[in-house]
């Protein structure tokens, strides 16, 4: 299975950009990439996803790399409701039209005021 | 918020005795998921369906069961609780798959003594 490495955590300051790594050599041509957050006590939250391209939503941005091995989630201003567990997720095709959302450690996030 | 509705939110229960957890859902979604949270192994797919009827296996399935009888209601059966199967349990809901987000319920936090 498709595995992706996060490193396991990270540390930023509020309202400055956060940039989260994410590799994932062995994604296959068909793998959507997929960014959840989960905070304490609560069930994991999307957060975005892409295929190839670039993508922004009002949350954050995916940068994908032109070989799709890697990418990076960019929170813009990190704010403390930001800090949290992420986690990189390959959605993975298994077959039919059966995805399999396949999650590892995630980062956490530590935001500091 | 996506209405995704687990019960019971907790659960104390004793080894050998079966256990039901319900996943309720409002949205018509057609993919249903069941996961557990472990400390230090992140979110583990245990089943999840892809219809009324339809289901298959996770990474994690051996000492549970599944049922979906209808589109709304995915149910996770422990045949005979262990205390292995203390853990967090989510369940998730999507559309589709591949080109789309999940949404997660808030967790059941079951513990086998």
């Known amino acids: 299975d498709a595995k992706t490495t996060q490193p396991n955590s990270m540390e930023s300051n509020e309202e400055e950009p956060v940039h989260l790594p994410c590799n994932h050599s062995t994604i296959s041509g068909t793998d959507y990439i997929h960014w959840y957050r989960q905070l304490p006590s609560q069930g994991p939250e999307y957060v975005i996803h892409?295929?190839?391209s670039n993508v922004n939503n009002r949350m954050a941005s995916l940068a994908i790399a032109e070989d799709r091995k890697s990418s990076t989630l960019i929170l813009h201003r990190a704010t403390l409701r930001d800090a949290a567990v992420y986690y990189c997720i390959l959605d993975k095709y298994s077959g039919g039209s059966n995805y399999k959302l396949t999650f590892g450690k995630g980062t956490l996030l530590t935001v500091n005021p | 918020d996506a209405g995704i509705t687990q019960s019971p939110r907790h659960k104390v229960t004793e080894t050998g005795t079966p256990v039901t957890l319900r996943c309720h859902q409002t949205e018509n979604h057609r993919y249903m998921y069941w996961y557990r949270q472990d400390p230090g192994h992140g979110l583990r797919l245990i089943h999840y369906s892809y219809g009324v009827k339809d289901t298959d296996k996770g990474e994690v399935s051996d000492g549970y069961s599944v049922s979906r009888s209808k589109t709304e209601d995915f149910l996770l059966t422990l045949e005979s609780a262990t205390s292995s199967q203390t853990s967090v349990y989510f369940c998730?809901?999507?559309?589709?798959?591949?080109?789309?987000?999940?949404?997660f319920g808030q967790g059941t936090r079951l513990t086998v003594v």
């Open positions: 892409g295929l190839t």
């Open positions: 998730a809901i999507s559309f589709k798959q591949g080109d789309t987000e999940a949404f």
